[in-house]
């Protein structure tokens, strides 16, 4: 299974190579090659889906398991492994970059005509990168991963993005990469501490080794109290900065719109998709994960900030003209959810997270797929110029109407399993913040069926016949109807909007042992830390046990 | 003649095979270019010629692989020596290693692996100067790039003060006369002579500093003057108080700073880069930088190490505090002044000072550091890396002048499309001098910032923790201007009247080497690592079993007792030079000092009489030795 993981993450690479070198592909024979290999991809995590043991904390698929190390020997010194491995945290989100993977195949199947070979290279090089990254155990590989997505989107962003793409590209590329490299001090630094003061003196990259030895390690204190002072807030700050950058959360999100607007419609649904998750996970993975003591510190803040940025993510969103820009907007709101959900600081919380961060992949991937169908057709992606497309494209509109009520969290979607659990775990914990986090919800639902509302329904509008295009037909009878591939790259987000929404339980089972985890050790510095956080701003609540098992257990079976 | 001195061992010689082959062939190739100059026209000379040239690379190649093979050969015993060895070569390999020349040169596993970069670094720019005619004198200017190849290997291989600033100015004399060599152009002209005035003003700094610290430690060898350095013992180190040792310190810097262009000694640096030549400007940026990096940290972290920091107090007077700030300011610098640079090579001039500024945060670390010898080599690492990286660049460069006759950045306009493979290249080259992974511009850095971070020193972890935070920042900076070359190559349609010809096997040849290096060494750096941590180790440990068995006989001073000033004397109105003692003299004085440490240590050390003794009484006891002194005086 360890070399499955291996050739699932790597293959992907190799279409990209393949692709590359290929001599003279046309655009049909490359986007089959690009199929092929995601579909493959997705073959194969389907098959390590079956085979994913639930309920096992430990990374699973890993090369050499038994031995406490995780890997292949990559390095020798300092001992940097080749480890791959899925633990609860990274499985679902490895599964929707393969799922995300073929629907922007297929989204840019007639799109993309100009140079498609190296568009479906970068495509696929990107892909490689994404699960990777969800699968490294190793934090240095794991950096790599997380640099290397910033190339192939450089590329498609600024090769085939819109007219701005140029700055888009740019605007992107720096901004993370500022970001990350302080993620990388973080990182560093963590490993260091680590050699420094566990009772073993172990120099180890490994993620899970680290995860374990830093949760039991005497951290050192500069000062007494563990607040802004700790070593460990410190690194929680540097390794924020470059997940913060990618969630994006508030302050740090004016590179998101502008880089999703120019992007392909590809690009759009992978950056919205995944690439977002690349932040919240790390945030869950290291932040959460490794630091716990500066999350219990600075929880309010950054509770704080993710509020702000759901109620101002959809404040702006509401003011959207460009349905792309609205789209983009709603994902600044939508991954707010997910950050608050991690800062409740409970299993309940957590739990919510994990699976928002699936569903707002699901859905804003969705959203953004359908209006690239509508900008193939109408070359305008303005709300006051289309609608009424429930008459010419009756699945695009079903497809359109799912997605948006996803996204709104309607209860019996997706959105609603993720984003239920994160208020009410905020409520246990701060109930200002999940009360004004809940407004949220509501401005989402209206600046999306707003959407729905001007877009899909009402009399026909549509823009008039574009010059530039009338080869294609400027007859608008003659609007090509909703194509197979367009149905095919849809139709299973949609069948998972829908089948998280009514059955969460399998999917909330194998979260369960490691976001489990995280809250244990949370707990446990809470535990020892209760000066710190008792200094903080926003009231708490008493935390006890009993009322968080008791809104853990309906969770599991809901409907 | 001294009759203490022995004979030089001639079969020294050996050891010095490829700078030989290179020297000679240096004169070959001026006397071939003598006898072809009326019969060729000059682009077929330049071919003749620089085929040649390369010839002669692949002989010194072949004597530096083979030098290497026979001293592994000799040293393993279990095998025996070859039987085509001569015995009593066979018997002198077996038993050399460390330095040779009465001390003067090493000749180890450093000196090896360093010699092989150079003589492939150099057959890359010869190839690369084949590519277009920027002069007529292709022997003159063959032959000066050999010889300062020559410099750069001796410079690297110097154990002493004088053998180091003789091969120094060796390599930059020829450096300076190569940079003016395109004679058709203003530039060059002016590159040269600022780079020759501000490099012989820097080099007469350089001296005088080095005649300093042979006055005060009276010798000239990099491991007698660490010993009588350290031989004042860990309570005065640093440069407390010590007025004279401080001048020469920042003297040397001065040099040094110089060579590897470090703020505020890079003036020369643009212009001359820019004016250069392509692939001499390649050659500065890299061979020279390399060199004279080995020897600074030769210097600094071997020689001057007791000097480094007081024992106390990581920033105090000492070197280490002044090469944080230097580090500091030129990272800083360079990358922000790179920001605004239209023209490529000048660009890469900024970038080049900006990676100095890095370089000095591994040597920082590799002072304070237990793992010195691991935080040399990732600075070695780096170096390699940058340098291969260096030269791709630079053959960028290069194409850029012999088709467009200028070197902006806009000139790579629309590149993407014209000739992928190469853009791609060059797309790996600026990602892997940005330092993103997986190229091994990344682990370059990785290596080094975690050899700086990882420090057992207490108070050494916030400073180089704030170095490396402004490392990674200036890395961010640098992604501005690097990216904007992939703006340029990759976003930008063609533009403007002169198109990019065709690459030619001369300039593709570097990009893709360069290119391999960084992909290669980042998917498998383990490698190179450990070979440039081995050649580190031999770089700044002691070179005690030369060949001749002088060690012995040259480590000890040659009679001159040093002491560094006990702070007491620091204001002390006459300051006392150091003076010629007899070795007896000597060894009392130094019984002496050394008994007033261990007093002064006691008092001092707050474990063990933690405020309790009045403060009046450490220096009542400095007080004492300082009159013990005179009286010894």
Known sequence: MATLLAITVLLPLLGSLVLILAPRLDRSAARNIALGCTLATMAFSLILLASFRTGVLTPQFAFEPQAGTYGLRWLARPDIRFAFGLDGLSLWLFLLTALLMITAVMSSWEAISERAPLYYAFLLALETGLLGLFASLDVVLFYIFFEFTLIPLFFLIGLWGGPERQRASIMFFLYTLAGSLLTLLGVIALVVVHYRYSPANVLTFSIPELTRGLATLPWPRWHEVGSWSSPQVLIFLLLLAGFAIKVPMFPFHTWLPLAHVEAPTAGSIILAGVLLKVGSYGLLRFNMGMTPLGAVSLFPLLATLAVIGIIYGALVALAQTDMKRLVAYSSVSHMGFVVLGMFALNSTGLDGSVIQMVNHGLTTGALFACVGVLYERYHTREMSEVGGIWNRLPILAFFFILSALGSAALPGLNGFVGEFPILVGMFSESRRAAVLGGTGMILGACYLLWMILKVVFGPLREPAADHEHAGDGNDHAAVRPVGWHEIAGLAPLMALIVLIGVVPGPFLDRIRPSSGEIDKNLQSQRGSSTVAVATTTIPLPNITAAPRNALKAPQGKRR | ?633
């Open chain 2, 1 to 633: 003649m001294d009759p203490n001195l022995s004979n030089v061992d001639f079969r020294d010689f050996w050891q010095l095979a490829p700078a030989t082959v290179l020297s000679v062939w240096g004169l070959v190739v001026l006397l071939a270019d003598l006898a072809l100059a009326g019969r060729m026209s000059a682009p077929a000379r330049r071919r003749a010629i620089g085929w040649l040239t390369l010839a002669g690379v692949a002989l010194a190649l072949l004597a530096a692989a083979g030098l290497i093979q026979v001293q592994q050969l000799a040293k393993a015993e279990t095998q025996g020596t070859p039987g085509w060895l001569s015995p009593s070569l066979a018997e002198y390999f077996s038993r050399a290693g460390g330095a040779i020349f009465l001390g003067t040169l090493s000749a180890d596993l450093q000196t090896g692996v360093l010699n092989v970069l150079f003589i492939i670094m150099l057959g890359l720019v010869v190839w690369q100067s084949m590519a277009w005619s920027f002069t007529e004198d292709w022997g003159e200017y063959f032959a000066l790039v050999t010889w300062a190849t020559v410099g750069m290997m001796l410079l690297a291989a110097s154990e002493e003060l004088v053998t180091l600033f003789l091969t120094l100015e060796t390599m930059t004399i020829c450096l300076y006369l190569t940079t003016a060599f395109e004679k058709t152009r203003r530039r060059s002209a002016e590159g040269g002579l600022k780079y020759f005035v501000y490099g012989s003003v820097s080099s007469a700094l350089f001296l005088f500093g080095l005649s300093l610290l042979y006055g005060l430690t009276g010798t000239t060898q990099f491991e007698s003057i660490r010993e009588v350095l350290a031989s004042t013992g860990p309570a005065a180190r640093g440069l407390s108080g010590n007025v004279t040792g401080a001048t020469a310190l920042l003297l040397m810097l001065v040099g040094f700073g110089f060579k590897i262009a470090a703020v505020p000694f890079h003036q020369w640096a643009p212009d001359a880069y820019e004016g250069a030549p392509a692939p001499v400007t390649a050659w500065i940026a890299t061979g020279s930088k390399l060199a004279s990096f080995v020897a600074l940290m030769k210097v600094f972290l071997h020689a001057l190490q007791p000097w480094s920091h007081p024992s106390n107090e990581l920033l105090g007077p000492g070197w280490l505090g002044v090469i944080a700030i230097v580090s500091a300011v030129t990272m800083t610098y360079g990358n922000f002044a790179a920001l605004v640079q239209r023209n490529f090579k000048r660009m890469l001039a900024y970038s080049s000072i900006a990676n100095a500024g890095y370089m000095l945060v591994g040597v920082a670390a590799a002072s304070v550091s237990t793992r010195g010898a691991e935080a040399a080599g990732s600075v070695l690492f780096y170096l390699v890396v940058y340098a291969f990286a260096n030269i791709g660049a630079f053959a960028v460069a290069a194409w850029l002048v012999r088709d467009k006759k200028t070197d902006d950045i806009d000139d790579l306009n629309g590149l993407g499309m014209q000739s992928p493979l190469l853009a791609i290249c060059i797309l790996v080259l600026m990602l892997s001098l940005i330092g993103i992974p997986p190229f091994a511009g990344f682990f370059g850095k990785l290596y080094m910032f975690m050899e700086a971070i990882n420090q057992q020193h207490a108070k050494a972890w916030p400073t180089l923790m704030g170095l490396v935070a402004l490392g990674l920042m200036n890395s961010v900076v640098s992604a501005f201007y690097y990216v904007r070359v992939l703006k340029a190559m990759f976003l930008r349609e063609p533009g403007g009247s002169r198109r990019l010809g065709l690459a030619g096997g001369s300039i593709e040849i570097p990009i893709v080497i360069g290119t391999l290096v960084a992909i290669f060494f980042g998917i498998y750096p383990g490698r190179l690592m450990s070979v440039m941590q081995g050649a580190a180790v031999s770089m700044l440990t002691t070179t005690t079993s030369t060949s001749g068995g002088f060690a012995s006989m040259i480590s000890a001073p040659s009679g001159t007792g040093y002491a560094p000033l006990p702070p007491a004397m620091a204001s002390a109105p006459a300051s006392p030079k150091s003076t010629r003692l007899d070795p007896e003299q000597a060894k009392k004085y130094a019984d002496r000092m050394k008994k007033a440490e261990a007093q002064a240590k006691a008092l001092a050390s707050p474990g063990a009489q933690p405020k309790n003794a009045p403060p009046g009484e450490a220096k009542d006891a400095l007080a004492k030795k300082a009159e013990a002194q005179q009286e010894d005086q």
